[in-house]
């Protein structure tokens, strides 16, 4: 499968940046993986990120967002309480108590191509051939269709994106650069843990090896 995705603003934020809002240089495979996901996506496959091009030049650009620095209460437990007493505690958070304006520095004008593929899981039954689930992305890509608004790190960064069949024209930046550690993916096998790699891109194009899709899904 290739795709190729593209907006005005991205923001893949580094996890060791605690207070303010710092984006990696490029997209990371776990956000390519979701926007997949976002078009398609069931318990029977599971997408695998196999190279990221990148289409346009790195660029950054710093704002000041609106945050909140309490985090929202599990509502689980209280919706649990509401559907079975008829009582609970209000669900709901205080913004003009918690506001917090905070910089981020993000990226613009952003364009990636993603190139993957998907495996089948143990949770596959019987009618779920790799064929059918292929001829559904391909008719969602096709059409424009998405079970949510895939985004570019935050949601508010919203991305278009098509399916490309055809050769392209246009070819990756001509640049290479030690993109350093990045995050790989979440292993939610294993307590959430996530999973870092080297990160290198070479004539703008970063291949994903495939010794971290093992480690990751054990």
């Not at 710093?62 to 609970?88: D, F, H, Q, W, Y």
Request: proline share 6%; aromatic share 10%.
């Amino acid at each position: 499968m290739t795709l190729r995705v593209w907006g005005d603003y991205a923001c893949f934020t580094r996890p060791e940046m605690k207070v303010e809002r710092v984006s990696y240089d490029v997209i990371t495979p776990s956000a390519a993986r979701g926007i997949l996901e976002a078009i398609h996506w069931k318990p029977a496959i599971r997408w695998v990120i196999d190279e990221i091009q990148v289409m346009q030049p790195i660029a950054f650009s710093n704002i000041r967002r609106n945050e909140v620095s309490s985090i929202m209460k599990n509502p689980g437990p209280l919706m649990k309480t509401v559907s079975e007493k008829g009582s609970a505690e209000p669900f709901y958070q205080n913004t003009q108590k918690d506001r917090q304006q905070r910089a981020t520095l993000m990226l613009k004008n952003v364009e990636y191509i993603i190139k993957a593929h998907f495996e089948m899981t143990k949770k596959a039954g019987d009618d779920d051939t790799e064929e059918k689930h292929f001829n559904i992305f391909l008719r969602r890509a096709r059409k424009g269709q998405c079970h949510h608004q895939p985004y570019f790190g935050c949601r508010e960064f919203s991305v278009s994106f098509e399916l490309v069949e055809e050769p392209l024209s246009k070819t990756p930046i001509d640049e290479d650069r030690d993109l350093g550690w990045m995050l790989y993916d979440i292993n939610f096998s294993d307590d959430m843990t996530p999973k870092f790699f080297r990160a290198q891109m070479h004539k703008g194009v970063i291949t994903i090896p495939e010794s971290f899709h093992k480690e990751v899904n054990v």
